[in-house]
């Protein structure tokens, strides 16, 4: 098992920016792909990014697509979610998950896929 603990989260005006950390320990040898998704109030649980093992690999919901980044320092355990632009819209707890495959799949924006889940950072956009 992954555990997982996201940071980084905080209040910042529209067309700000933040860095959303997701830290690793435990299984940290273990190969695994990472997810952030996100959940807006009164909504549904959406996928945000996804990368591979090595990083070799990305994926972005068209929400989010030319704004935000999604990188990764193995030798730190922890994967980084760059938010440029931000918007009202933005706003919700964003999650990481950990999906214990070295490529990203067909199933990489479903929460099914991930296996270990962290408990979140709350993200506000003001307008």
């Known amino acids: 098992q992954v555990q997982l603990v996201e940071s980084g989260g905080g209040l910042v005006q529209a067309g700000g920016s933040l860095r959303l950390s997701c830290a690793a320990s435990g299984r940290t040898n273990t190969t695994y792909s990472i997810g952030w998704f996100r959940q807006a109030p009164g909504k549904e649980r959406e996928f945000v990014a996804a990368?591979?093992?090595?990083?070799?690999?990305?994926y972005y919901s068209d929400s989010v697509r030319g704004r935000f980044t999604i990188s990764r320092d193995n030798a730190k355990n922890t994967v980084y979610l760059q938010m440029d632009s931000l918007k009202p819209e933005d706003t919700a707890v964003y999650y990481c998950?950990?999906?214990?495959?070295?490529?990203?799949?067909?199933?990489?924006?479903?929460?099914?896929?991930?296996?270990?889940w962290g408990q979140g950072t709350q993200v506000t956009v003001s307008s």
């Open positions: 998950a950990a999906d214990r495959v070295i490529n990203l799949g067909v199933g990489v924006v479903t929460e099914s896929e991930y296996e270990d």
């Open positions: 990368i591979s093992s090595r990083g070799i690999s990305t």
